[in-house]
């Protein structure tokens, strides 16, 4: 019964008219108390993500004066079931931040640690207690932020707890985001936070589009090919392959974006690589998805979800036909995985129907789905190389890109994967 509820009752959380009347819902409450737009800034001064972030908002306070942006001090996450590799991933948005700001012209802040941090993260809470207008600007000027504090320890961990807690409950665990009104936008999501601000016109006069521009365009040299890891239970990476159809070219020697061969690295799902994926983090990625799609216009939210045999039964199939690229038309592994994506992800297809997999299959001359299914084929070891090729280049996650020497992971950087291809794009497009 619940297989066959979840798809409808995903379709409704995930659509246009729901989520209007969720944003109606909060702006009433807000108006009916009284209370100023406030936008909650949650900011872990020891995190690359959370200083590249902190010049953004310094730039939505110019933006949009009548808003009121509260800074709060938090803890960085420390449960390993909703960061498993928390290592790789500061090791990674380090680098990423890097990239962001040589390419979008933000500072590089600095990352404190040890005793520095402790007294940051004293004057910061002091700020947050005192002066809660100058939290922003105060977080701007690293040097103001060492100074000797007359807070204790114990009430700064006390504030430092509260806040964490109160950020988690917001839905999401990780430093370096913002929440207004029931929504969480990270610097990736901007542009939709700026979007409803503007839909309020609280923004400044003269002030339009995104504060996030693309200033200095990633040039790195040509590459032969753009290596694609992707996974059909991840919903990013159904946006992200629906984003590359929309422009990409068949040729007679395969799938072309941006003049650029594609090369398609399937994977297998987080959860069947034995990565926990907590309720909390499922129910965020769900709700994110859906926005980026609704943003997007990708079709999304009828779903049927491709957990198990499903997964393995595309990437059955897929390894078939990269294995048999003679008998196939020219990039029909891209084609097949994004019926397939499709259908799971936004038509409610049921990926276990050996029949719903030769109607997919169908259009491409692929009709021997069932002799593909019952075969021994190394299919296994050739989705675990993908995978160990993926780590190799400090990777885990999906989707992500290889443009020769140039490594990075979401379909939020398509726009920069973009640059390394060779064309101009104005910026972040969430």
Same mark, same amino acid.
């Given at each position: 019964?619940? /297989?066959?509820?979840?798809?409808?009752?995903? !379709?409704?959380?995930?659509?246009?008219?729901?989520?209007?009347?969720?944003?109606?819902? *909060?702006?009433?409450?807000?108006?009916?108390?009284?209370?100023?737009?406030?936008?909650?800034?949650?900011?872990?001064?020891?995190?690359?993500? /959370?200083?590249?972030?902190?010049? %953004?908002?310094?730039?939505?306070?110019?933006?949009? &004066?009548?808003?009121?942006?509260?800074?709060?001090?938090?803890?960085?996450?420390?449960?390993?079931?909703?960061?498993?590799?928390?290592?790789?991933?500061?090791?990674?948005?380090?680098?990423?931040?890097?990239?962001?700001?040589?390419?979008?012209?933000?500072?590089?802040?600095?990352?404190?640690?040890?005793?520095?941090?402790?007294? %940051?993260?004293?004057?910061?809470?002091?700020?947050?207690?005192?002066?809660?207008?100058?939290?922003?600007?105060?977080?701007?000027?690293?040097?103001?932020?060492?100074?000797?504090?007359?807070?204790?320890?114990?009430?700064?961990?006390?504030?430092?707890?509260?806040?964490?807690?109160?950020?988690?409950?917001?839905? *999401?665990?990780?430093?370096?985001?913002?929440?207004?009104?029931?929504?969480?936008?990270?610097?990736?999501?901007?542009?939709?936070?700026?979007?409803?601000?503007?839909?309020?016109?609280?923004?400044?006069?003269?002030?339009?589009?995104?504060?996030?521009?693309?200033?200095?365009?990633? %040039?790195?040299?040509?590459?032969?090919?753009?290596?694609?890891?992707?996974? &059909?239970?991840?919903?990013?990476?159904?946006?992200?392959?629906?984003?590359?159809?929309?422009?990409?070219?068949?040729?007679?020697?395969?799938?072309?974006?941006?003049?650029?061969?594609? %090369?398609?690295? &399937?994977?297998? &799902?987080?959860?069947? !690589?034995?990565?926990?994926?907590?309720?909390?983090?499922?129910?965020?990625?769900?709700?994110?998805?859906?926005?980026?799609?609704?943003?997007?216009?990708?079709?999304?939210?009828?779903?049927?979800?491709?957990?198990?045999?499903? /997964?393995?039964?595309?990437?059955?199939?897929?390894?078939?036909?990269?294995?048999?690229?003679?008998?196939?038309?020219?990039?029909?592994?891209?084609?097949?995985?994004?019926?397939?994506?499709?259908?799971?992800?936004?038509?409610?297809?049921?990926?276990?129907?050996?029949?719903?997999?030769?109607?997919?299959?169908?259009?491409?001359?692929?009709?021997?789905?069932?002799?593909?299914?019952?075969?021994?084929?190394?299919?296994?070891?050739?989705?675990?190389?993908?995978?160990?090729?993926?780590?190799?280049?400090?990777?885990?996650?999906?989707?992500?890109?290889?443009?020769?020497?140039?490594?990075?992971?979401?379909?939020?950087?398509?726009?920069?994967?973009?640059?390394?291809?060779?064309?101009?794009?104005?910026?972040?497009?969430?």
């Amino acid at each position: 019964m619940k /297989s066959m509820i979840m798809p409808y009752a995903a !379709r409704v959380l995930s659509g246009s008219s729901f989520n209007r009347a969720r944003d109606w819902a *909060y702006d009433t409450m807000r108006y009916c108390r009284m209370q100023q737009h406030t936008i909650y800034f949650y900011h872990a001064p020891e995190d690359a993500v /959370s200083n590249m972030m902190l010049q %953004v908002v310094a730039e939505l306070e110019k933006r949009y &004066p009548n808003v009121k942006i509260v800074g709060k001090t938090v803890l960085p996450c420390e449960q390993e079931e909703l960061v498993p590799r928390k290592d790789n991933l500061k090791s990674y948005a380090t680098r990423d931040m890097k990239m962001l700001s040589d390419n979008l012209n933000l500072k590089t802040l600095p990352v404190f640690e040890g005793t520095v941090l402790v007294s %940051v993260r004293k004057n910061l809470i002091e700020i947050e207690q005192n002066a809660p207008s100058k939290y922003i600007s105060s977080a701007m000027d690293p040097e103001s932020l060492t100074q000797t504090s007359s807070l204790s320890d114990a009430s700064v961990t006390d504030q430092l707890q509260k806040n964490t807690s109160e950020m988690m409950k917001c839905g *999401y665990w990780l430093p370096g985001t913002v929440y207004y009104q029931g929504s969480v936008y990270s610097i990736d999501r901007v542009k939709m936070l700026e979007d409803k601000l503007q839909g309020f016109n609280l923004q400044a006069e003269g002030v339009s589009g995104c504060c996030l521009k693309s200033v200095n365009a990633t %040039v790195v040299p040509k590459a032969d090919c753009l290596e694609v890891w992707l996974s &059909p239970r991840s919903p990013y990476s159904y946006i992200a392959l629906f984003r590359l159809a929309r422009e990409w070219d068949i040729r007679s020697d395969g799938i072309y974006w941006c003049d650029t061969k594609l %090369v398609l690295k &399937p994977t297998m &799902p987080s959860a069947m !690589r034995g990565i926990p994926i907590p309720e909390a983090k499922k129910m965020f990625i769900f709700t994110d998805a859906a926005r980026v799609c609704r943003h997007l216009s990708i079709p999304f939210g009828f779903v049927s979800d491709p957990l198990g045999a499903a /997964s393995k039964n595309v990437l059955k199939i897929c390894h078939h036909i990269q294995s048999n690229k003679d008998q196939y038309k020219p990039g029909s592994d891209f084609l097949f995985l994004l019926a397939a994506t499709t259908g799971c992800w936004s038509q409610g297809v049921d990926l276990n129907s050996v029949s719903n997999l030769i109607k997919l299959g169908a259009p491409l001359g692929i009709s021997n789905i069932s002799e593909i299914l019952a075969s021994d084929s190394d299919w296994e070891s050739v989705i675990a190389s993908n995978k160990a090729e993926l780590e190799k280049h400090s990777l885990w996650g999906v989707p992500s890109f290889r443009y020769g020497n140039q490594t990075c992971w979401g379909q939020d950087r398509m726009w920069i994967v973009k640059q390394w291809c060779g064309t101009a794009t104005d910026g972040p497009v969430m």
